[in-house]
């Protein structure tokens, strides 16, 4: 027998104001054009009052606990990822645990930027096979326009707020279901430090006691982006034993339309593989990844028996990706 953590729902949530390039044009030096044609994106949302990290994520989380099929009290594990919590402590995970009245659930944040929902998935599919429980709910959440510096216009027009969920649960399947049980098959997680100053926030709670602002160095980022995306792609294949033409679809970070293309330029793969939704909610970080999967099952693209990989990176630098069986 083998066990795989099969995806058995999704969800996914959105702050209720969407913003423009144009409204955002009339605020800082920018136009729809300029934005566009650097980062393919169009439209963002902004987390308003009453909405956090912490509203959103509870949010996706109910709708994934509902396309599952389960009840709140059926969930062992929840595992948040987010840059932008709602306290320093306690986890945010903890209030989305109280709020969807998951009784039953261990609850924790994992901080990984752009690339969490990676390192959480990884996460909750360890606990499950070290028997921790039977069902996670794993999620990706953030209000990344709060550490904004929206007068620097080359990071402030990249963002937007929101959050994507997934439920787990482990299933048993006979050996020779293998090259079709739905579940995770492979994830593999990297992380270089070095990196650090290119893409980080100049605050914390032990450093300089505030939450800070994010700073980048965008030609940086995109440079190593491509390559450690790439690089951890065939990873995973080269370990499955799958070829880049065996991915029905790529759910990839959204974080700029050209890492996007370029990405899978280098891997040879077709761009309408390539679920795209960066033109619509810009980079969300954490949360990209399960809202963007969220996206193409809701509009019938993931289908059923579907071989779809998932990757990220982000700052630290960190960067995964995982492949998964519908």
Known sequence: MIKRAAVIGSGSALPA????????????????????????????????????????????????????????DQIDVIVLATATPDQTFPSTASSVQQALGCKSAFAFDVAAVCSGFLYALGTADSLLHRGMGKRALVIGAETFSRILDWEDRGTCVLF?????????????????????????????LH???????????????????????????????????????????????????????DIDWVV????????????????????????????????????????????????GRIQPGDLVMLEAMGGGFTWGASLLRV
């Open 160 to 188: 937007g707020d929101g959050a994507g969920a997934m439920v787990l649960e482990l299933r048993e399947y006979a050996e020779d279901e293998a090259a079709t049980a739905p579940g995770l098959i492979a994830t593999k």
């Open 17 to 72: 104001k969407a913003v423009s390039n144009a409204e955002l044009a009339k605020q800082i030096d920018t136009s729809d054009e300029w934005i566009v044609e650097r980062t393919g994106i169009k439209n963002r949302y902004i987390a308003g009052e009453g909405e956090t990290t912490g509203t959103l994520a509870t949010e996706a989380g109910r709708k994934a606990i509902e396309a599952a099929g389960l009840t709140p």
């Open 252 to 299: 990839p970070h959204q974080a700029n339309a050209r890492i996007l293309d370029a990405t899978a330029k280098k891997l040879g793969l077709p761009a309408e593989r390539m679920v795209k939704t960066v033109d619509q909610h810009a980079n969300t970080s954490a949360a990209s990844v399960p809202l963007a999967y969220d996206v193409a099952v809701k509009d």
């Open 191 to 245: 992380t270089d430090g070095e990196h650090n100053g290119l893409l980080y926030v100049d605050g914390g709670p032990s450093t300089t006691q505030t939450v800070g602002k994010l700073r980048m160095a965008g030609r940086e980022v995109f440079r190593h982006a491509v390559v450690n995306l790439a690089n951890v792609l065939t990873e995973v294949l080269a370990e499955t034993g799958h070829a880049a033409s």
